[in-house]
Protein backbone atom coordinates (compact mmCIF):
# COMPACT_ATOMS: atom_id res chain seq x y z
CA UNK A 1 0.00 0.00 0.00
CA UNK A 2 2.77 2.68 1.07
CA UNK A 3 4.34 1.97 -2.67
CA UNK A 4 1.19 2.21 -4.20
CA UNK A 5 0.77 5.80 -2.47
CA UNK A 6 4.05 6.69 -3.76
CA UNK A 7 3.57 6.03 -7.23
CA UNK A 8 0.33 7.48 -7.64
CA UNK A 9 1.82 10.80 -5.54
CA UNK A 10 4.80 11.09 -8.16
CA UNK A 11 2.13 11.01 -10.84
CA UNK A 12 0.17 13.71 -9.18
CA UNK A 13 3.34 15.40 -9.08
CA UNK A 14 4.04 15.25 -12.56
CA UNK A 15 0.98 16.25 -14.01
CA UNK A 16 1.16 19.33 -11.56
CA UNK A 17 4.62 19.96 -13.27
CA UNK A 18 3.05 19.65 -16.76
CA UNK A 19 0.36 21.36 -16.40
CA UNK A 20 1.94 24.47 -14.47
CA UNK A 21 4.82 24.49 -17.59
CA UNK A 22 2.11 24.84 -20.31
CA UNK A 23 0.72 27.36 -18.20
CA UNK A 24 3.98 29.03 -18.47
CA UNK A 25 4.05 28.82 -21.91
CA UNK A 26 0.58 30.05 -23.06
CA UNK A 27 1.29 33.17 -20.80
CA UNK A 28 4.30 34.37 -22.35
CA UNK A 29 2.51 33.53 -26.13
CA UNK A 30 -0.31 35.88 -25.10
CA UNK A 31 2.19 38.51 -23.92
CA UNK A 32 3.83 38.40 -26.51
CA UNK A 33 0.85 38.95 -28.81
CA UNK A 34 -0.56 41.65 -26.77
CA UNK A 35 2.99 44.00 -27.39
CA UNK A 36 3.33 43.29 -31.09
CA UNK A 37 2.04 46.42 -33.02
CA UNK A 38 -0.79 45.89 -35.33
CA UNK A 39 -0.26 46.02 -39.32
CA UNK A 40 -2.31 47.73 -41.31
CA UNK A 41 -3.15 47.02 -44.92
CA UNK A 42 -2.25 43.67 -46.72
CA UNK A 43 0.70 41.61 -44.66
CA UNK A 44 4.40 42.16 -45.60
CA UNK A 45 6.16 39.31 -47.25
CA UNK A 46 8.66 37.35 -44.83
CA UNK A 47 12.61 37.76 -45.64
CA UNK A 48 15.51 35.89 -44.86
CA UNK A 49 16.63 38.46 -42.00
CA UNK A 50 12.99 37.89 -40.04
CA UNK A 51 13.27 34.01 -39.78
CA UNK A 52 13.91 33.23 -35.82
CA UNK A 53 17.65 32.99 -35.04
CA UNK A 54 16.80 29.75 -33.92
CA UNK A 55 16.62 28.28 -37.38
CA UNK A 56 20.29 29.29 -38.69
CA UNK A 57 22.13 27.09 -36.27
CA UNK A 58 20.89 23.48 -37.29
CA UNK A 59 22.82 20.92 -37.56
CA UNK A 60 24.30 19.88 -41.04
CA UNK A 61 22.30 16.66 -42.76
CA UNK A 62 24.08 13.34 -43.31
CA UNK A 63 26.79 13.18 -46.18
CA UNK A 64 24.69 10.51 -48.45
CA UNK A 65 22.56 13.19 -49.01
CA UNK A 66 23.62 16.77 -49.31
CA UNK A 67 27.63 18.21 -49.45
CA UNK A 68 27.82 21.43 -47.97
CA UNK A 69 30.10 23.98 -48.55
CA UNK A 70 32.54 24.84 -45.50
CA UNK A 71 32.02 28.95 -45.99
CA UNK A 72 28.72 29.03 -45.14
CA UNK A 73 27.82 32.56 -43.85
CA UNK A 74 26.29 30.78 -40.51
CA UNK A 75 23.74 29.49 -42.66
CA UNK A 76 24.18 25.77 -44.43
CA UNK A 77 24.20 26.77 -48.30
CA UNK A 78 23.62 23.75 -50.27
CA UNK A 79 25.99 23.03 -53.31
CA UNK A 80 25.93 19.83 -55.36
CA UNK A 81 23.23 17.40 -54.78
CA UNK A 82 24.35 13.61 -54.93
CA UNK A 83 22.98 11.30 -57.33
CA UNK A 84 25.50 8.87 -57.54
CA UNK A 85 28.64 7.03 -55.84
CA UNK A 86 30.79 9.26 -57.93
CA UNK A 87 29.43 12.39 -56.30
CA UNK A 88 29.69 10.80 -52.82
CA UNK A 89 33.73 9.73 -53.56
CA UNK A 90 34.75 12.76 -55.26
CA UNK A 91 35.53 10.60 -58.24
CA UNK A 92 36.28 12.14 -61.56
CA UNK A 93 35.37 10.87 -64.95
CA UNK A 94 37.50 10.89 -67.77
CA UNK A 95 38.34 14.42 -70.03
CA UNK A 96 39.78 15.45 -72.73
CA UNK A 97 42.99 16.44 -71.17
CA UNK A 98 43.71 13.65 -69.22
CA UNK A 99 45.63 11.36 -71.97
CA UNK A 100 47.99 14.16 -71.69
CA UNK A 101 48.29 14.10 -68.28
CA UNK A 102 48.74 10.49 -68.45
CA UNK A 103 51.80 10.67 -70.74
CA UNK A 104 53.48 13.83 -68.87
CA UNK A 105 53.18 11.42 -65.88
CA UNK A 106 54.42 7.87 -67.34
CA UNK A 107 57.61 9.86 -69.25
CA UNK A 108 58.26 11.27 -65.90
CA UNK A 109 57.92 8.18 -63.66
CA UNK A 110 60.40 6.38 -66.27
CA UNK A 111 63.30 9.02 -66.19
CA UNK A 112 62.68 8.77 -62.03
CA UNK A 113 63.22 4.75 -61.97
CA UNK A 114 66.13 5.61 -64.36
CA UNK A 115 68.00 8.27 -62.09
CA UNK A 116 67.31 5.76 -59.12
CA UNK A 117 68.50 2.67 -60.96
CA UNK A 118 71.69 5.15 -61.50
CA UNK A 119 71.66 6.16 -57.99
CA UNK A 120 71.56 3.00 -57.05
CA UNK A 121 74.90 1.90 -59.00
CA UNK A 122 76.80 4.79 -57.74
CA UNK A 123 76.14 3.63 -54.36
CA UNK A 124 76.76 0.55 -55.02
CA UNK A 125 80.43 1.22 -55.59
CA UNK A 126 80.83 3.42 -53.31
CA UNK A 127 80.18 1.86 -50.21
CA UNK A 128 80.18 -2.13 -51.37
CA UNK A 129 79.62 -3.30 -47.96
CA UNK A 130 76.50 -1.74 -47.47
CA UNK A 131 74.54 -2.83 -50.71
CA UNK A 132 76.81 -5.22 -51.79
CA UNK A 133 77.75 -7.37 -48.89
CA UNK A 134 77.01 -10.79 -50.31
CA UNK A 135 79.08 -10.45 -53.09
CA UNK A 136 82.17 -9.05 -51.02
CA UNK A 137 81.73 -12.20 -49.30
CA UNK A 138 81.18 -14.33 -52.20
CA UNK A 139 78.02 -15.25 -51.02
CA UNK A 140 75.71 -14.49 -53.77
CA UNK A 141 74.21 -17.12 -55.66
CA UNK A 142 76.28 -15.86 -58.90
CA UNK A 143 78.57 -13.19 -59.65
CA UNK A 144 77.65 -9.49 -60.28
CA UNK A 145 79.76 -7.43 -62.86
CA UNK A 146 80.42 -4.15 -62.21
CA UNK A 147 78.33 -2.65 -64.95
CA UNK A 148 75.21 0.12 -64.43
CA UNK A 149 72.55 -2.80 -64.51
CA UNK A 150 74.67 -5.86 -64.18
CA UNK A 151 72.81 -6.14 -60.31
CA UNK A 152 68.92 -6.05 -62.05
CA UNK A 153 70.15 -8.94 -64.42
CA UNK A 154 71.49 -11.08 -61.77
CA UNK A 155 68.37 -10.09 -59.15
CA UNK A 156 66.41 -10.86 -62.06
CA UNK A 157 67.88 -14.50 -62.51
CA UNK A 158 67.73 -15.43 -58.86
CA UNK A 159 65.57 -17.87 -57.66
CA UNK A 160 63.06 -18.16 -54.53
CA UNK A 161 65.32 -20.96 -53.42
CA UNK A 162 68.68 -19.97 -54.12
CA UNK A 163 67.12 -16.33 -52.29
CA UNK A 164 66.80 -18.40 -49.33
CA UNK A 165 69.82 -19.90 -48.90
CA UNK A 166 71.78 -16.61 -49.06
CA UNK A 167 69.76 -14.37 -47.65
CA UNK A 168 67.38 -16.04 -45.23
CA UNK A 169 63.37 -17.05 -45.92
CA UNK A 170 61.71 -13.92 -44.96
CA UNK A 171 63.72 -12.26 -47.16
CA UNK A 172 62.82 -14.85 -49.90
CA UNK A 173 59.35 -14.50 -49.20
CA UNK A 174 59.30 -10.88 -49.76
CA UNK A 175 60.90 -11.46 -52.70
CA UNK A 176 58.83 -14.05 -53.94
CA UNK A 177 55.59 -11.56 -52.85
CA UNK A 178 56.92 -9.64 -55.96
CA UNK A 179 56.91 -12.29 -57.86
CA UNK A 180 53.33 -13.55 -57.78
CA UNK A 181 52.34 -9.87 -58.21
CA UNK A 182 53.77 -9.79 -61.28
CA UNK A 183 52.70 -13.14 -62.53
CA UNK A 184 49.27 -12.28 -61.60
CA UNK A 185 48.97 -8.74 -63.38
CA UNK A 186 50.97 -10.42 -66.42
CA UNK A 187 48.10 -13.34 -66.52
CA UNK A 188 45.32 -10.78 -66.09
CA UNK A 189 46.57 -7.75 -67.98
CA UNK A 190 47.94 -9.45 -71.31
CA UNK A 191 44.17 -10.87 -72.26
CA UNK A 192 42.68 -7.88 -71.46
CA UNK A 193 44.80 -5.75 -73.27
CA UNK A 194 44.76 -8.10 -76.03
CA UNK A 195 40.84 -9.06 -76.33
CA UNK A 196 38.83 -6.29 -74.41
CA UNK A 197 40.54 -2.82 -75.22
CA UNK A 198 40.35 -3.68 -79.45
CA UNK A 199 36.63 -4.51 -78.86
CA UNK A 200 35.58 -1.51 -76.28
CA UNK A 201 37.88 0.84 -79.34
CA UNK A 202 36.01 -1.07 -82.68
CA UNK A 203 32.85 -2.06 -81.34
CA UNK A 204 32.02 -0.30 -77.97
CA UNK A 205 30.15 2.42 -79.99
CA UNK A 206 32.50 5.30 -79.80
CA UNK A 207 30.72 6.84 -76.72
CA UNK A 208 33.46 8.60 -75.56
CA UNK A 209 34.35 10.08 -78.95
CA UNK A 210 31.42 11.68 -78.83
CA UNK A 211 32.36 13.12 -75.46
CA UNK A 212 35.88 14.21 -76.37
CA UNK A 213 37.20 11.92 -74.24
CA UNK A 214 40.59 10.48 -76.18
CA UNK A 215 41.23 8.27 -73.12
CA UNK A 216 38.14 6.15 -72.66
CA UNK A 217 38.18 4.96 -76.16
CA UNK A 218 40.13 1.50 -75.11
CA UNK A 219 38.34 1.41 -71.85
CA UNK A 220 34.39 0.62 -70.45
CA UNK A 221 33.44 4.44 -71.46
CA UNK A 222 33.36 3.88 -74.49
CA UNK A 223 30.73 1.19 -74.36
CA UNK A 224 27.29 2.68 -75.74
CA UNK A 225 24.13 2.05 -73.03
CA UNK A 226 22.63 -0.67 -73.53
CA UNK A 227 25.24 -2.71 -75.65
CA UNK A 228 23.78 -5.88 -77.06
CA UNK A 229 26.33 -8.33 -76.67
CA UNK A 230 29.83 -7.03 -75.10
CA UNK A 231 28.55 -6.71 -71.31
CA UNK A 232 28.72 -11.18 -71.38
CA UNK A 233 32.38 -10.80 -72.09
CA UNK A 234 33.31 -8.31 -69.46
CA UNK A 235 31.46 -11.30 -67.15
CA UNK A 236 33.68 -13.52 -68.22
CA UNK A 237 36.61 -11.53 -67.90
CA UNK A 238 35.80 -11.45 -64.45
CA UNK A 239 35.31 -15.04 -63.10
CA UNK A 240 38.45 -15.44 -65.22
CA UNK A 241 40.21 -12.77 -63.11
CA UNK A 242 38.99 -14.35 -59.87
CA UNK A 243 39.70 -18.15 -61.14
CA UNK A 244 43.53 -16.86 -62.02
CA UNK A 245 43.98 -14.81 -59.07
CA UNK A 246 42.64 -17.22 -56.78
CA UNK A 247 44.38 -20.85 -58.36
CA UNK A 248 48.02 -18.23 -58.83
CA UNK A 249 47.75 -17.78 -55.02
CA UNK A 250 46.91 -21.45 -53.98
CA UNK A 251 49.94 -22.42 -55.83
CA UNK A 252 51.67 -20.19 -54.28
CA UNK A 253 51.21 -20.80 -50.88
CA UNK A 254 51.41 -25.16 -51.64
CA UNK A 255 55.04 -24.02 -52.41
CA UNK A 256 55.34 -22.01 -49.51
CA UNK A 257 53.93 -24.48 -47.04
CA UNK A 258 56.95 -26.60 -48.31
CA UNK A 259 59.34 -24.36 -47.83
CA UNK A 260 58.50 -23.64 -44.25
CA UNK A 261 58.50 -26.78 -43.50
CA UNK A 262 62.19 -27.72 -44.51
CA UNK A 263 63.00 -24.35 -42.89
CA UNK A 264 61.75 -25.67 -39.66
CA UNK A 265 63.70 -29.38 -40.12
CA UNK A 266 66.90 -27.15 -40.66
CA UNK A 267 66.77 -25.12 -37.43
CA UNK A 268 69.35 -25.96 -34.52
CA UNK A 269 68.51 -27.76 -31.52
CA UNK A 270 66.82 -26.51 -29.25
CA UNK A 271 64.58 -24.32 -31.73
Not at 65 to 73: D, M, R, T
Not at 127 to 143: F, G, H, L, Q
Not at 210 to 238: C, E, K, T
Request: proline share 7%; glycine share 4%; net charge positive.
Amino acid sequence: RARARARASARERARARASAHASAHVHTRAMTTQHEPLQSGPPQPVTQHSEPRRHRHLPPPTALSLKWSPFANRSHRLVKQIHSADDLLGVKKNSSGDLKSILVGLGFNCIAIFCIAIAFWFLKMRYPRIYANNVCESKSPRDVADTPLAWATASWKTTTDEAVKCAGLDQALLVEFCDVAMQILIQIALPTTLVLCPLHFFLGGNRALDQGDHLSRIAMGNVVRPHPWLFYVHAFFVWMVVLTTEATIHQTMQSFLVRCGQWRKELPYPQ
